[in-house]
């Protein structure tokens, strides 16, 4: 049965519903819906909600919380995500599995409560200190939150790694249909190195400390080569009548929405337009991104940024088509009319 | 309670990286003779700090999770929500609870978590090689306040326990010193007491360890020693800043009327 729930709420609910039980967050604009929905529901179903004193101590709850083998998440907006990184670098040194919700705003700074995707190179390229990579999901629109937030805590226990999910301020806020589909539940590998207490077995130590270089090494190796995995079997994309375009639209989240409603009228008029959509951006889909635009005469990509995604498709599709970029600051939200004119704009003077 | 004479069960039989006269290996010790009495080492979590102690898990044998520096009373918070029957403690040093972990400490203490906080007070940041903590006393000189901390410029020490006794949730607040025998027995029972309190499941509790750092205080171990008792003592004294059990006691015996 379907029923109109916000982002916040859904997203929240199928957290929920995917066996999250503990929840640690601090209030920020424009997440709030999902923190409040986590003090109503963990009560009802046994779990564990903290509104914590910062976005620092809540991913430090997650941690110990992973570490004790709960599942457990955290969400925040863009500037408590900045205040996150300490933690997440943690985790994924410490190899736990954590899930970590990011309702976009505008910034740099305090930016504003309104939907962006400026913190496109912070998710994918790490964020914090040290090499790792956190696992990227994002979702289009509110019924695909729900089932990428489901993924998440799998995904999370499949690698021992944060997995983060970029939504933003309108998806977050925007009411649609959603349908909670019972999911069969996943294989997971089993958790042998969480803490209990040592009782009938050796005992264990999670840390990230390694002061010998060789070792440090090594298990900086081992991450590296879980990450490897993830980018063979995890990359995830969508594409959209791409097989005879010409130009291809490429967005994820909101601007994805935005370019499939562009590409409609482009098609109308007679544009050859295909849109491609990344789920993953880390792992993201060089490779498929690659055959697609390769085989169409040029490339536009849509951000709510100054252009960051944007650095990922050039390195897909290197100088062997023209990418074009299209972006808006500080809460814009490209329209469909505007990636129209846009596309126009290319089809008459660079095509 | 007996005084342990033997290696205690809970502490591997090896010796430390710490300096000689520190008192992270009396602390240490201290901790798993509790554990040992109170038969918990098998359900107990140590939450290691970033400071001289970050290797506790080398010494203390329970399985243990490293803390990012100051963080560890958030994910002591996170390991005990999910294993409530796990004797959860966290060791940390003044830089690591006073200075850069002031809002995690205090939060958790706040909530009245129900695990233990060990606080080792050696009025300096040893780790990184002597800078002044946030307890380093009025004068005392160190790496960043060469001609002595001036309030002025650095304010005074910061008194946790007299801090953590405003709230209303902690259980259990004691300042001990482990500068003497004497010290040391007293140190031990607190401490005893502590984890105790916890397996009862009563509430928050916190021990703080007047200590010292010969190393970084250009101090041959009995001055130090001595330094500690003479200046540290006069700044942080020692004493029972809340006992709920005690309270309880009282009021149950009817002493209070
Ligand atoms: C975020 C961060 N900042 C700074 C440091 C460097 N650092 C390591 S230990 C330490 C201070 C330790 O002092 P204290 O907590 O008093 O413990 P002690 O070494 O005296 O036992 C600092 C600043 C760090 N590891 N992480
Ligand atoms: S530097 Fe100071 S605190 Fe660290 S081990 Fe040596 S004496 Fe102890």
Same mark, same amino acid.
């Given at each position: 049965m379907k029923q109109l729930m916000t982002g916040n709420d859904a997203m929240a609910e199928a957290a929920i519903q995917a066996g999250c039980r503990y929840y640690f967050g601090y209030p920020i604009t424009p997440q709030n819906e999902f923190t409040a929905y986590m003090a109503r529901r963990m009560p009802q179903v046994g779990g564990v909600f903290i509104q914590s004193e910062s976005e620092i101590a809540a991913i430090n709850m997650v941690m110990g919380a992973a570490a004790a083998g709960g599942r457990a998440m955290t969400s925040s907006s863009s500037p408590g995500i900045s205040l996150k990184q300490e933690g997440i670098s943690y985790i994924a040194g410490d190899q736990l599995p954590a899930v970590i919700l990011n309702v976009m705003r505008g910034? @740099?700074? *305090? $930016?504003?409560i309104a939907p962006a995707q400026g913190d496109y190179f912070q998710a994918t390229r790490g &964020?914090?200190?040290g090499d790792y990579r956190c696992i990227v999901l994002a979702p289009s629109t509110v019924q695909e939150g729900t089932e990428l937030i489901q993924d998440a805590f799998d995904l999370a226990d499949k690698y021992r790694n944060p997995v983060l999910i970029l939504s933003d301020g309108r998806m977050g806020q925007m009411m649609e249909p959603v349908e909670f589909k019972p999911r069969p539940k996943a294989e997971m590998p089993p958790? !042998?190195?969480?803490?209990? &207490?040592k009782k009938g077995r050796e005992r264990r130590i999670i840390r990230?400390? =390694? *002061?010998?270089e060789p070792e440090l090494e090594a298990w900086n190796k081992i991450i590296q080569e879980k990450l490897m995995k993830i980018e063979e079997n995890e990359v995830r994309y969508e594409t959209r009548m791409?097989?005879? #375009? !010409?130009l291809v639209l490429i967005g994820y989240g909101t601007c994805a929405r935005n370019s499939k409603e562009a590409m409609r009228t482009l098609r109308e008029k007679g544009r050859k337009v295909g849109v491609f959509r990344p789920i993953t951006l880390w792992p993201f889909p060089y490779t498929a991104l690659s055959e697609v635009v390769k085989k169409a005469r040029a490339a536009l990509v849509v951000e +709510?940024?100054?252009?960051? +995604?944007v650095e990922d498709v050039y390195l897909a599709v290197k100088d062997t088509r023209p990418i074009f970029f299209y972006g808006r600051m500080g809460g814009q939200v490209p329209s469909a009319t505007e990636i129209v004119q846009k596309a126009e704009k290319i089809f008459t003077e660079k095509l | 309670m007996q005084t342990t004479?033997?290696? @205690?069960?809970?502490?591997?039989p090896v010796s430390t990286h710490? %300096?000689? $006269? %520190?008192g992270h290996g009396i602390a240490h010790r201290l901790i798993a003779e509790a554990l040992d009495e109170l038969g918990v080492q098998d359900r107990t979590i140590g939450v290691a700090p970033v &400071? %001289?102690?970050?290797? +506790?898990y080398n010494y203390i044998d329970v399985d243990t999770i490293e803390a990012a520096h100051g963080r560890a009373p958030a994910t002591a918070t996170g390991l005990k929500r999910v294993r409530p029957d796990c004797i959860v403690f966290t060791y940390q040093g003044d830089g690591d609870l006073? #200075?850069?972990?002031t809002a995690e400490i205090i939060h958790a203490a706040n909530r009245g978590e129900h695990f233990t906080t060990i606080f080792l007070n050696n009025?300096? =940041?040893? +780790?990184?090689?002597?800078q002044m903590a946030p307890t380093t006393l009025v004068d005392q000189k160190t790496e960043t306040t060469p001609y002595g901390r001036k309030p002025s410029n650095e304010g005074f020490p910061i008194k946790a326990c007299e801090m953590l006794a405003t709230? !209303?949730? @902690?259980?259990y607040i004691e300042r001990v010193s482990v500068a003497t025998p004497a010290k040391i027995r007293r140190a031990k029972k607190a401490i005893f007491k502590a984890f105790n309190y916890q397996v009862e499941e009563r509430g928050f509790t916190f021990v703080e360890v007047i200590s010292t750092c010969p190393t970084n205080w250009g101090m041959s171990p009995p001055d130090a020693m001595k330094w500690s008792v003479e200046h540290m003592e006069k700044v942080f004294p020692l004493g029972v800043f809340r006992d709920k059990g005690a309270e309880k006691d009282r009021t149950e015996t009817g002493a209070d009327k």
């Open positions: 910034g @740099p700074g *305090l $930016g504003n &964020g914090g200190h958790k !042998d190195y969480i803490l209990t &207490g990230s400390l =390694y *002061l010998k791409v097989e005879d #375009a !010409d +709510m940024s100054a252009g960051q +995604m | 004479k033997s290696h @205690p069960k809970s502490l591997f710490y %300096c000689a $006269g %520190c &400071g %001289c102690a970050v290797l +506790m006073a #200075a850069i972990g009025a300096i =940041y040893g +780790m990184t090689g002597g709230l !209303d949730a @902690p259980y």
